[in-house]
């Protein structure tokens, strides 16, 4: 934990000194480590703030009817389906288009063919597998997952960028 906290001191110095602010990075350098971890806390607080006015921007702006669970992640049901309800331990089918917040389609299962996966098994998105579960089979569903529901900081090393935001537009059709 320490390696850790010296480890990001370090990067948030480099950081500092390319910027040309030295006074700043000399001063990140003399702060206990529960100064830092304080630094570190406020800093991820107001990213997370700035990224849900973006998201709370996008669902105003197209007229979406959103509900918001107490993780952040934000859903809609487009149709109601009759099938059985989403479980742990199942496995999901669905058909899917993931998008970033500009729009951008990033994977659909038109290109890649349905998504499929066992539900709390990991393997996809935290929010994604929260939202499953709040789904029954032929289920039509929106979700917007935040970066930390989705990627992350990494991204997926592929099409979605660091701290990216996600839409998935996905209709659950089966459940084995």
């Known amino acids: 934990m320490i390696y850790k906290i010296h480890l990001i001191l370090f990067?948030?110095?480099l950081g500092l000194q390319s910027c040309g602010n030295k006074k700043d990075a000399v001063e990140m350098?003399?702060?206990s480590q529960d100064q830092v971890t304080e630094k570190l806390l406020e800093a991820n607080k107001a990213a997370i703030e700035f990224e849900n006015?973006?998201?709370d921007k996008l669902i105003a702006g197209s007229g979406w009817n959103m509900l918001e669970t107490p993780t952040g992640l934000r859903y809609e049901i487009l149709e109601?389906?009759?099938g059985p309800k989403a479980e742990t331990g199942k496995i999901a089918r669905l058909e899917y288009e993931t998008k970033l917040l500009n729009?951008?389609?990033i994977y659909s299962s038109v290109q890649t063919?349905?998504?499929e996966f066992r539900i709390g098994s990991g393997?996809?998105?935290s929010g994604l597998e929260e939202g499953i579960l709040l789904l029954r089979q032929g289920?039509?569903?929106r979700f917007v997952i935040p970066s930390f529901l989705a990627h992350g900081l990494s991204g997926d090393q592929d099409r979605i960028p660091p701290k990216a935001t996600l839409i998935y537009t996905l209709k659950l059709i089966e459940l084995k």
């Open 29 to 31: 350098n003399n702060l």
């Open 123 to 125: 393997g996809v998105e």
């Open 11 to 13: 990067i948030l110095m």
């Open 80 to 82: 109601k389906g009759n």
């Open 53 to 55: 006015k973006q998201i």
């Open 139 to 141: 289920d039509k569903a």
């Open 113 to 115: 063919g349905a998504k």
């Open 103 to 105: 729009g951008k389609i």
